[in-house]
């Protein structure tokens, strides 16, 4: 009888060692679980920032393309003022042109 109790306490000691050492094991890989989760989050936030980072450049990019855009319109819209002005005095110099050739076959005619 005091073996059978002896065998059972050396049953019971062996798998409490071993509940504590599988208790370790699964301490440290939760401790290692949570320095992976720590980086992760890390790296989320770094990854956050830098999409930021990108978006605030990318609209500090149209925000300067739409000036430029704006420019050029502004250019733009003063080279075709300047263009239908010039056709304007070109369409007067014609209209001369026509009068003097009238002027000089009427001249022609009344001599």
């Not at 504590?20 to 679980?33: F, G, R, S």
């Not at 989320?44 to 319109?73: C, D, F, H, R, Y």
Request: proline share 0%; net charge positive; no cysteine.
């Amino acid at each position: 009888m005091v073996q059978h109790v002896e065998q059972n306490l050396q049953l019971m000691t062996k798998r409490a060692v071993k509940a504590e050492n599988n208790v370790v094991k699964l301490k440290q890989e939760n401790a290692l679980l949570q320095v992976q989760m720590k980086n992760y989050k890390t790296e989320n936030e770094v990854l956050k920032t830098g999409q930021s980072a990108s978006l605030s450049v990318v609209k500090q990019n149209a925000a300067v393309a739409l000036q430029n855009l704006l420019s050029v319109i502004t250019n733009s819209r003063s080279s075709i003022k300047q263009l239908v002005s010039g056709a304007e005095s070109l369409q007067v110099v014609a209209e001369l042109l026509k009068s003097i050739d009238r002027i000089s076959e009427i001249s022609d005619d009344g001599s």
